[in-house]
């Protein structure tokens, strides 16, 4: 190992460098899976060069001043070189700087007049200088001052801020994790380091194995704080006091975060990828190709009203300017109950209230909703406009605080009873507050849009028969397409998506729908969120909602009657309600034939409007996460693998055989004259034994917390009998983790699917950890109050 420098004061360590590269790694890598816009991986090579950069001048004799100036000359060239990358292949750089210095000219005019910066490259630029400062003060600090602390400090924040905007995929938690893990294990390192100096100085004798056991003593106490660190929120959640003052410590970074949003308006739009929060800015975007990704199930009402499609909203937007942008003005923050909304123009005798359960499939702070939600189980902050005659205009519902995969809340909403015959009797008599709300356009739509939603409403009577003409227009002419080719630069979207690319996605299908409405005169807005979804199997009246049912839709308002969703895209089926009259030869045309051709012959009238073939320019978006989340998942494991190999290789034992983690800590921690921690005896126990009994193990690990010891003479199914008795809730898991254990046991021809027994071992240890915390906080009720708390608190199971 190299020994510090003593001449110039310089710290060098190859094991330390090896960390430090690990960590600026998990960094960037969070930053590229989020899939905010293309060209994040410019940052990898952005970081890469500031760290080599930082370590060479930190070993340098330049002054403090001098190593300034190279950063910022090194950091222009590098910064400039890899922002030039994005514009792709053959183009001479003097264009290729031209054309950043005329983009940079044009976010600067948008940041003047507050308006929504459309162009990445802010954003780009943003992170190319984060990254480039960050890796080289990272290097410097590093080998100038050997100050771990400093060097990894910034790296932690940049990592917290990134997952504070991306926090919805729980497995992203993990960059956060291994972060820490490396983090502990330089600052340990340094430590080591900056001691064997001293010891060196002073002649004190250095046992010649020190190095290594320092290492492992490290990395057992260092998974003892990230084991702890994981089940502490845990102990938060079932704790009012605890969850409020969180919030009260969140709402400065909340309010700090709302001041970027006009600024990085260009990141990826929220409706078509998987996220949790919808902001107040909505561009239409190029679309991103879906998943199967669980986001939530609901169990609706066995009987609603005929002719009603669930929507699972979660925001509206009522401002357009090529793009969508919320401006409900009021904020409350409201308990349920407080709650009981009232809606404007909702006859009594036309809605049903009717009551939804929803079980969260993946992290979620905004709470999806029906079109009208009258009341809902779990604190939130809502955003509103109050209307003069005391009703209330809700934009967005969010939970406070945010709820985690698995967790349940129950919506109450009133779902309109309505008929064709009661949409076109509710004529054009609109309240003052949806027309000065819900008609403004932007002045950049063109005439020929105009013209063409004229030429569609011509003989039509009824705002409802207009809304029908416009849906089933795009529906007839517009393919369906997950992502579009590359935007315009000099054309209005929705005359491009009209008349020339003729493809797109819900985005474009319900924002031009919604401008040809208010150009007509009826008001219209666009809602967000997820569409039903598809049917869940022997579980009546249920849908199981996925990733790839994020949707857009129209809300069309009628007097007397309130919002009502129509359905223009073409991927969706077409949305029938009940006539609710009774058709004879003299009455209008059957609504089938109707829906078939509402426009007669009017595309005879129309031109010829071309456009490109079906799915022409549309870009396949890998996730980053799949492409560089195993690479890095690799590079943390052989950095580990050769930390702990030093041993082996010095006194070439056990060359054979590799032994797992933890029976090295045991053996390390012996050879140090001390007794290993039980909890690390356990684990390097558990560790010998097969993948099958690990997770079948988690059963009698659930039952020793919930207070059920097993008794060594129980066989496997009385262990799981007791378990499902003592927590119902996890009898789904158990009875799979079960069945797999017996036929992997019992049977030589079977082949165990252990990712399925490993997802319910992890089930059963969530199920099982938070019924024991809330035991826990029940008896400290007890011993506080005297009394057992027999409401408001706790966890309830119910069989769904």
């Known amino acids: 190992m190299t020994q510090k420098t003593k001449t110039l004061n310089r710290w060098w360590d190859f094991l330390v460098v090896l960390m430090l590269v690990v960590i600026i790694t998990t960094a960037i890598s969070r930053l590229i899976a989020t899939e905010w816009t293309e060209g994040l991986n410019i940052t990898r090579v952005i970081a890469y060069s500031g760290l080599i950069a930082g370590l060479a001048l930190g070993y340098s004799v330049f002054s403090t001043r001098t190593v300034v100036f190279f950063t910022f000359v090194y950091g222009v060239f590098v910064i400039l070189w890899q922002l030039g990358q994005i514009l792709g292949e053959g183009i001479l750089w003097t264009e290729r700087l031209l054309s950043l210095a005329g983009r940079v000219g044009i976010i600067t005019t948008e940041l003047l007049k507050q308006q929504a910066v459309s162009d990445n490259l802010l954003f780009l630029t943003l992170m190319a200088i984060l990254f480039w400062g960050m890796s080289i003060f990272a290097g410097y600090s590093l080998t100038r001052h050997g100050n771990a602390w400093r060097a990894i400090l910034p790296i932690g924040i940049i990592l917290v801020i990134i997952h504070s905007y991306d926090a919805l995929l729980g497995n992203r938690s993990w960059y956060l994790l291994i972060f820490l893990f490396f983090s502990f294990l330089l600052i340990s390192r ?318 474009y299908y319900a924002t031009t729908e919604i401008i040809m409405l208010r150009s007509l005169g009826i008001p219209a807005r666009l809602g967000v969120g997820y569409a039903q979804g598809e049917p869940i199997d022997d579980i009546p009246d249920a849908y199981l909602v996925r990733q790839r049912d994020a949707h857009a839709w129209p809300e069309v308002y009628f007097p007397g009657i309130g919002w009502v969703e129509f359905e223009p895209t073409v991927s969706q089926p077409i949305l029938v ?132 010891h097993p008794k060594p003479t129980d066989t496997p199914s009385e262990r799981s009998r007791v378990l499902m008795q003592t927590l119902p809730v996890a009898i789904e898991p158990t009875q799979r983790l079960l069945s797999e254990y017996q036929a992997t046991t019992y049977s030589k021809q079977y082949t165990p699917d252990m990712e399925n027994a490993r997802q319910a071992s992890r089930e059963i240890r969530s199920l099982s950890y938070k019924e024991m915390l809330n035991k826990w906080w029940q008896r400290m009720i007890t011993l506080i109050r005297g009394k057992p708390k027999t409401e408001g608190g706790g966890y309830r199971y119910e069989d769904m």
């Open 190 to 507: 340094m430590v080591y380091l900056q001691q064997r100096d001293r010891w060196q100085e002073s002649q004190t004798y250095i046992p010649p194995y020190i190095g290594v056991d320092f290492v492992r003593v490290t990395v057992a106490i260092i998974t003892v704080l990230l084991l702890f660190s994981w089940v502490v929120p845990g102990v938060a959640e079932t704790v009012p006091a605890a969850q409020d003052a969180w919030q009260r410590a969140k709402q400065p970074w909340s309010n700090v975060r709302s001041t970027f949003d006009n600024a990085f308006a260009s990141l990826r739009s929220t409706v078509g990828i998987i996220t949790d929060y919808y902001g107040p800015n909505l561009n239409l975007g190029r679309g991103n190709r879906m998943s199967d990704t669980h986001i939530l199930s609901v169990l609706t009402p066995s009987d609603p009203p005929d002719g009603v499609r669930f929507y699972w909203r979660a925001r509206v937007y009522d401002t357009y300017n090529d793009g969508w942008r919320s401006t409900f003005s009021d904020q409350d923050v409201i308990t349920p109950d407080q709650m009981d909304f009232v809606y404007p123009d909702v006859a009594d005798d036309s809605t049903l209230t009717n009551t939804f359960s929803f079980t969260i499939g993946s992290s979620l702070a905004t709470l999806l909703t029906t079109n009208q939600p009258i009341w809902v189980s779990r604190p939130a902050r809502y955003e509103f406009e109050e209307n003069s005659e005391g009703t209330v205009d809700i934009g967005l519902i969010r939970a406070t605080p945010p709820l985690r995969a698995g967790e349940t809340y129950t919506v109450r909403s009133s779902l309109n009873q309505v008929t064709i015959k009661d949409l076109r009797e509710a004529g054009a008599d609109y309240p003052e507050w949806v027309l000065d709300r819900y008609l403004q356009i932007p002045d950049s739509i063109t005439p020929r849009t105009l013209e063409l939603a004229q030429v569609i409403a011509a003989g039509k009577d009824t705002p409802y028969d207009i809304a029908t003409a416009i849906t089933q227009y795009l529906r007839n002419n517009i393919d369906y397409s997950e992502t579009v080719p590359p935007l315009p630069e000099d054309q209005e979207l929705i005359d491009w998506f009209l008349f020339d690319v003729r493809q797109g996605f819900c985005n």
């Open 577 to 708: 309600r009940p006539l609710g009259i009774i058709l004879d030869r003299e009455s209008s045309q059957p609504f089938d034939e109707e829906l078939r051709n509402p426009l007669g012959d009017i595309d005879a009238n129309l031109p010829d409007l071309g456009g490109e073939e079906e799915g022409a320019g549309a870009v396949d978006t890998t996730t980053t996460l799949q492409r560089y989340g195993s690479a890095l998942l690799i590079s943390a494991l052989v950095i580990a693998f050769m930390i702990l190999m030093i041993p082996i290789i010095r006194r070439k034992r056990l060359h054979k055989k590799i032994p797992h983690l933890p029976i090295y800590l045991e053996s390390g921690i012996n050879r140090l004259g001390l007794k290993p921690p039980t909890m690390l005896r356990w684990w390097a126990q558990y560790t010998r034994l097969n993948p099958m009994a690990r997770a079948y193990s988690e059963i009698n690990m659930s039952l020793n917390r919930l207070g059920r």
